[in-house]
């Protein structure tokens, strides 16, 4: 009797399958996409209703001919690909390509977690192609394509070959660039905040700290520098304080939904420092299965691309069940908690990321695990658990002091602290924070207190701040702002993320993105000539009306047509102007082979110099910022130099004669000698220098270097 075939796109997700399935069926994996469009010609047939011509590509030869020949034998093929637009294209694709059988016989199966009674439910009730989510994504397809394929080639001529723009990952890579603007332009504020050490005058308890808020009548007043500091400070000494109102207020804290694509990748980021493409492999690997000794392979989590909170009704009942076993009915809510959408258009698969069994607990098969596969089922397996258990009970007391001065009606101080009475889900897990949203500490608890009570003053203790500038973006409040504003989708944040970093539009610095000089070249480029594509509204407007393709609402091709006729006249326009353009950063060097000036470049290590004459002479030298230091061994100009380690970009200062003078520091030269020995002196933390000769540190200023 012939075998039924069942196509997937990976060997892991055909292993369980294949376990649930059992005899009577063959599972073969695609390995991903089997038709894309060509990698050297556009692809589209523009004026033939933007009709695109799919290859395939010269790799997924022999897998297509293996497959064509497996549907041919098999008595029914059953496309069992991922539950999204693109899993829905990948099968239509796969049933385009196998000759021997009409659209009608291919039946399309779909599940969202691979377990028996999801699989064999899926396979109970197969369906044919969804054309509208194909259509989805096909206009995406084409959309970018034709984007890519139009504005590369100018970012070529003018910056230099290798680069792309893309609509998701241009808007992306402005949304950086404007944020580190507006870091570079801000202005730091001074301002002092004073903290007051108080204790009880009668009984024992702890002393504790309440900070300075203003006048007596609410009032608010600003310290600004050192000055009125120690003259504040100077009152406050000579002040008789005792607490003037004790509020308390009792809170419920909420637990947060299960997990989606945006949520897991933040999540991730904050408390395992996983990059959003690693987190999607690891969590694929979860979906698809992993062999758990005598259970052998079994699919871990449901389907990780998603932005619905939905979770089915029996996940929620064993969970409940879960929850009353391990942690006792007081901590399991009456009712079942229920929530809804967070995504501005959720779609995509109808569940939230969840563990496909509760009962599974991750301690139980942390063998079966690497480490970074049990971090992450631990993180969504404590995420959704905690999502069905008690609120947790808090208590906020709030402290009014009043210290009373002769020569002021008086000062307010406050204090604050928030006890758990009943910690609820918090005993399981609590939602990470970013960097904005962390609290400077955790307050200690306050000792009881009652109005009117008097207070002794142990002590003040001033601090100088500045006001800070906006963080740059982690991947977490990246991801978040992205779909707080509608760009992209479940599928498209880790591709994005990974493309503007392997592009060497931004890059690194302690854990955020910062542009690179390139990322900030591209960008105005773009953002003069195409604003259409960089702006956050108009990419969003395009998400939408992907969806609503997707929903059968509008024609495919009447959404790639909207955007190409104004995106093919702006393009014309912005060709003649550009050509117009020059980019280039003259300099006063000339070139030493053909004496013609040296010019500026921006290339892959960043700034360069290259020959005017070029393509005639193709002389380059590195570009060299100079210190305006002299070398301690040579004289010559110590310059600042860069390398590689690690996968980053290290900075070290070297001689400019190298590699006749070797001289090498790690710490920046200062252009000014060491007034002790004349020797080199270089920075250190602050305004702290270090003589590289003798043993002089000290406070210096900086003179400006040339």
């Known amino acids: 009797m012939k075998e039924k075939l069942v196509i997937v796109e990976s060997p892991a997700k055909a292993r369980t399958l294949g376990k649930i399935l059992g005899k009577g069926y063959s599972l073969k994996a695609s390995l991903g996409h089997i038709r894309d469009l060509p990698r050297s010609t556009l692809g589209v047939e523009i004026d033939n209703g933007f009709t695109p011509k799919y290859v395939v590509p010269r790799e997924k030869q022999k897998i297509v001919n293996e497959l064509k020949q497996e549907a041919k034998a098999a008595s029914a093929v059953y496309l069992a690909t991922d539950p999204d637009r693109e899993g829905e294209a990948i099968s239509w694709h796969l049933s385009q390509v196998m000759d021997g059988k009409s659209d009608k016989e291919f039946r399309r199966v779909v599940f969202h977690e691979i377990t028996d009674e999801a699989v064999k439910e899926a396979f109970a009730h197969p369906r044919s192609i969804d054309l509208n989510l ?27 070959r290798g680069l792309s723009a893309g609509r998701v990952q241009s808007v992306t890579l402005k949304i950086i660039v404007d944020r580190e603007r507006e870091i570079e332009k801000f202005v730091p504020v001074e301002y002092w905040v004073i903290e007051a050490e108080l204790e009880k005058k009668t009984g024992k308890a702890s002393p504790f700290r309440a900070t300075f808020a203003g006048l007596m009548d609410g009032t608010k007043l600003e310290i600004h520098n050192q000055l009125e500091s120690d003259k504040l400070k100077a009152e406050l000494e000579k002040s008789s304080y005792s607490v003037a109102l004790v509020t308390k207020k009792k809170t419920a804290r909420q637990p947060a939904p299960p997990f989606i694509t945006s949520t897991l990748q933040q999540e991730a980021w904050r408390k395992l420092h996983f990059s959003a493409n690693r987190t999607m492999v690891i969590a694929q690997q979860l979906y698809e299965g992993l062999p758990l000794g005598d259970e052998g392979s079994v699919g871990l989590i449901t389907y990780m691309r998603t932005d619905s909170v939905h979770v089915a009704t029996s996940a929620i009942a064993e969970t409940r069940d879960f929850i009353k076993e391990k942690y006792g009915a007081e901590y399991l809510p009456a009712n079942a908690r229920m929530f809804t959408k967070t995504a501005r258009l959720a779609q995509e698969a109808h569940e939230a990321i969840r563990p496909t069994k509760t009962h599974r607990e991750p301690a139980a098969i942390k063998k079966y695990l690497n480490d970074a596969q049990f971090k992450l089922y631990d993180l969504i397996w404590k995420r959704m658990v905690a999502s069905q258990m008690s609120a947790a009970s808090l208590e906020n007391t709030t402290v009014d002091i009043h210290a009373k001065a002769d020569s002021r009606a008086g000062y307010l101080f406050k204090a604050t602290s928030t006890e758990v009475k009943f910690p609820g889900f918090i005993i399981l897990y609590s939602e990470g924070k970013d960097e904005t949203d962390k609290e400077d500490g955790k307050a200690a608890i306050l000792p009881s207190l009652e109005k009117g009570k008097q207070l002794n003053l142990l002590g003040l203790y001033p601090e100088q701040r500045f006001t800070q500038p906006p963080p740059r973006y982690t991947e977490a409040t990246l991801i978040k702002t992205l779909e707080q ?3 992209g989708r479940p599928s498209t944040y880790a591709p994005t993320l990974s493309t503007i970093q392997v592009r060497e539009y931004v890059t690194r610095l302690k854990g955020s993105f910062k542009p690179t000089e390139l990322g900030f070249v591209v960008n105005d480029l773009l953002a003069e000539h195409f604003p259409d594509i960089v702006d956050i509204d108009f990419t969003a407007r395009m998400e939408e009306n ?11 091709v009447d959404v790639v047509k909207e955007f190409y006729k104004p995106f093919e006249k702006t393009l014309e326009t912005a060709q003649e102007r550009i050509e117009k353009v020059t980019l280039v950063e003259t300099t006063t060097e000339t070139c030493p082979k053909c004496g013609k000036p040296m010019v500026v470049k921006v290339g892959r290590f960043g700034k360069f110099l290259a020959c005017s004459g070029y393509p005639e002479c193709k002389t380059t030298k590195p570009f ?18 860069t390398y590689k380690k690690g996968g980053k970009t290290r900075r070290f200062y070297g001689c400019s004669n190298y590699p006749k003078c070797k001289f090498a520091t790690i710490f920046r030269p200062l252009p000014q000698p060491c007034p002790k020995c004349a020797g080199l002196l270089t920075a250190m933390r602050g305004k702290m220098a270090k003589c590289v000769k003798c043993d002089y540190k000290g406070k210096i200023e900086e003179k400006s270097e040339s």
């Open 624 to 641: 060299q910022i100079k210190t305006g230091a002299k070398c301690p061994e040579c004289g010559g100009e110590l310059i600042e130099r």
């Open 546 to 556: 992907l969806d609503e393709v997707a929903r059968e609402h509008r024609n495919w």
């Open 485 to 487: 504003n509608g760009i």
């Open 134 to 160: 194909v259509n989805a994504q096909q206009a995406r397809r084409v959309l970018d394509r034709l984007v890519g394929y139009k504005l590369s080639p100018l970012l070529w001529r003018k910056v230099r």
